[in-house]
C-alpha cells in the first residue's frame, strides 16, 4: 500500500506562528512525496485539532502523519492517541519540534521559516519508514516506595495508606518529621508546628499500611516502572526497634550525666548525649546511639549503664547493617533541602560572632521543646534589647544561588512577631523586597508593620563586633542610596534553601533529572509538575525547588495521585521502543550480547542466532548500532527512519 | 571561500539529557544559530558511525553527537561510554579519509545544561563557518 502522509503545522497561537510563516511551510510541505493533506491550526492539541487528525485519517485515507507542533516529550502521547482514535496504529506519527527546537531558538523570521521546512521535510521522509509498533501491558505492583519522611514524604504517605495502597516510608534519619519538626510556628497563621505535624506522624507509625525505616538509605533501585525492585539499606541504631519501649531511661542512664555533644537536629545551638532521640515526640519513639561519641564504641570500655537501665535490654552494641528488599510500582521523591551555610559569606560573621544565629537556629530557640525551652537568649544567657533579622542570606545573590528561596521573607515577618510577642525587644527587618505572595500572607506582612517591626531596604556589607557584646552592622540603605551603621544585640540571618550536598548520589540512585543546582527536575514546569522524567517516579517537596509547607502539602497530595493513578491502573504499556532481531540474517556473532547492559539478549546455540526478551529489552538501541549484519532493528529508531531523518534535514 | 556559507549541521542528541538541554533552551527562548538540526535517539549508544558518514555524505559539514555526562548518567548505564569507544575510531577513520576530524563533535550536556547547550552550538557553527563547506567525494555528485 501507498504510503498516505497528513501533515499538521501548529500555530501555537503566536509562540510558532509569531516567528515562523506556517502558510508557507503548509504549501512546501505539501508538495513533498506522499503528502496527501498539509494544514495548519491554531491549537492543534486542543480537541478541535485532534478532531482534525481523526477526520482526515478517514477522508483521506492516511496512513502516516506528521505534527509539527511543540516536543514528542509534551504531545506525542496526545497525538498518537489521536491516530490512535483515527484507526490507526499509534506510531505511525512522527513529531516534529518546530517550537522548542525553532520557533524560540531562532531570531530572524525567515530563518525560522527555512529551518521548519527542513525538519518537517525529515519528518515527512522518515515517517514514510514508519512500521506499526505492537505494545502490551503488564501488571503493577500496587505498593510505593516514598524516600524522605519530613511533611511532604509523610503527606503522601497517607494519602496512598489511606486509600489502602502499601507504603514504605524511608528516612534517612534516625525520626521523621523533617525540618517541620524543628520549627516552633508556622507562617501565617502562626500555628504551633508540632500541633500540625506530630499527629501526623504518629498516624504514620500507626497505619498498618505504612513501613517505615528510620535510619535508613535507598540503596539500589532495579526494575522498571510498575515493578521496581528496591533494595534498602538499614544503618544500625543499636537501640532493637522490636524490644524497645520508648522509656528513654537509656539516656537518663547513660555515663554521661550531662548532655555533651552538638545536638544536630538543634542546629548547634543545643547539645545532646550518646544515645538521644531529636525530641521527646520523636517517631520511631526508638533512640539512636552515635559510635562517634559513645564510650563503648570509642574504648569498649564502658560500663554499659544505658543497658543495665533498659527494661527490655533492647540495646545491642553488635547491630550490624541490614539490607531489606521491597517490590514497589512507583517512587516519589521527598528528599527535601538544607539551609544555606552561612560561614560560606564571611560579611555576616556566622560561626565567628557569637549571637550571629540563623533562622533555623531561631526556630529551636523559639520551640519550647527545643534547648533553650522557648526562651531567646544571647550567648551569655541574656535577653536581647534589639534584634536584626537579615534576608537573603545565600539567595538572590550571583555568587551564591541566583534564585529566591521563596519562604524567608515570610520567616522574617514571624521571626519579627515572636520575638516582639515573646520579649518586647526592637526588631530591624534588612530586606531587598519583601515577597508576600500567598494566601494571607500580604495581611500578615501588614499586621506585623503595624505592629511596630522596622523595615530597611538595605544590603549589608558586614558585620563587626562593637562594644558590650553588641554587633554592628554596616550596610547600605537602598533607598538612601547611602551607608549606614546600626547597632543590635542579635543577628538572624534568614539562610536560604540549597539541595542537599549529596543531591548527585541520591539523583543517581533514584534515576532522577536534576537542574545545575541539584534540584529535582520536573517533567513539565505546568503540565506535569509532580512528574519526573523517568516512569513511575514522582517528586514532591522542597526537593523540586523551595515551597512553603501549603505548597510542599499541596505537591505531596498530588504525587500521591499521580502515584496512585499508576499503580491502580493496574496495568503499563510495555516499552515501545525495543528490539527485534532477523533470524534469517543473524549470523550468531553475539556483538549484540556483549553491548547488551540488561542481559535482554541470548543467544541460541541450536539455531546460532541472537534472541531477545523483550520484557528485559529497555529500548536503548546499542545492540542495533553495533550488528554487523543490520539484523537488530530498534522500534521508532529504524536505521531506516534514522537514515531518512538525516537526510531530510539536509536536503531535498 | 563563498561569504554567504551557511554550514549545514547535525547534531544527534540523546533522548534523556541533550534532546532535554535542547527543550529547556526552547523554554528559556536561547537563541542559537538555526544551522544545528536536532536528530534524537534514545541514547547515543544507538549512533551508528554510518549515521555521521551518511549526514557528511548527504550535505553535513558538520554533527554534533551529545549525550549524558559519564561515568553513569547513562539512562541505560554506559551508552554514552559504548558511543565514545566509536567516537575515538570514527575520528580517525575521518582524518584517514580526508575530513577533518574536527568536523564531529562529540559533547556531554546535561538535561539542565541549556546554557552549555547554546554555546556549544554557537562555538561549532562558527568553527565550521571558518572551515568552510565540505569537499569531499564522499559527496555524492563531487568529485
Known sequence: MENRIGVYICHCGTNIAGKVDVEKVREYASHLKNVVIARTYMFMCSEPGQEMIIKDIKEYGLNRIVVAACTETLHGHTFREAAKKGGLNPYLVQMVSIREFDSWVTENKEEATEKAKSLIRAGVYRVNYHRPVETTTYPVNSNVLIVGAGIAGITAALVLADAGKHVYLVERQGFIGGNMAKFDKTFPTLDCASCILTPKMSAVKNNPNITLYTYSDVEKIDGFVGNFDVTINRRPRYVREDLCIGCLSCIENCVYKEPKFISEFDEGIGKRKPVYVSFPQAIPLVPVIDPETCIQFRTGKCVQTCLKGCPTKAIDFSMKEEKVNVKVGAIIAATGFKVFDASRDSKYGYGKLPNVFTTIQMERMLNSAGPTGGEIRLQDGSVPKEVAIINCVGSRNENFNAYCSRVCCMIGLKHAHMIKDRIGADVTIFYTDIRANGKGYEEFYRKIMLEGVNFVRGEVASIIPSENNRLTIIFEDTLLSRVRKKEVDMVILNVGLEPHDDWEDVRKVLNLTCTKEGWLMEKHPKLAPVTSLSDGRFIAGAAQFPKDIPDTVAQAEAAAAEAMSLVDRGVVESEPNVISIDENKCSGCKMCISVCPFNAITYNEEKNIAEVNIGLCKGCGACNAVCPSGAISQNNYTDDELFAEIMGVLRE | ?143
Open chain 2, 1 to 143: 571561500m563563498n561569504d554567504n556559507f551557511e554550514p549545514k549541521i547535525v547534531a544527534i542528541f540523546c533522548y534523556w539529557c541533550t534532546t532535554q538541554a535542547a527543550e529547556l533552551a526552547g523554554t528559556s527562548r536561547m537563541t542559537y544559530a538555526p544551522n544545528v538540526k536536532i536528530v534524537k535517539t534514545m541514547c547515543t549508544g544507538r549512533v551508528d558511525p554510518q549515521f555521521i558518514l551518511w549526514a557528511f555524505r548527504n550535505g553535513a559539514d558538520g554533527v554534533i553527537v551529545s549525550g549524558c555526562h559519564p561515568p553513569s548518567d547513562c539512562h541505560y548505564e554506559d551508552g554514552n561510554f559504548k558511543w565514545f569507544r566509536k567516537y575515538v575510531l570514527l575520528s580517525k577513520t575521518l582524518e584517514q579519509a580526508g575530513i577533518d576530524p574536527k568536523r564531529l563533535r562529540q559533547e556531554w550536556i546535561s538535561a539542565s545544561e541549556a546554557d552549555k547547550l547554546k554555546k556549544v552550538i554557537t562555538e561549532f557553527t562558527e568553527e565550521i563557518r571558518a572551515l568552510g563547506p565540505l569537499k569531499h567525494p564522499i559527496r555524492e555528485g563531487g568529485d
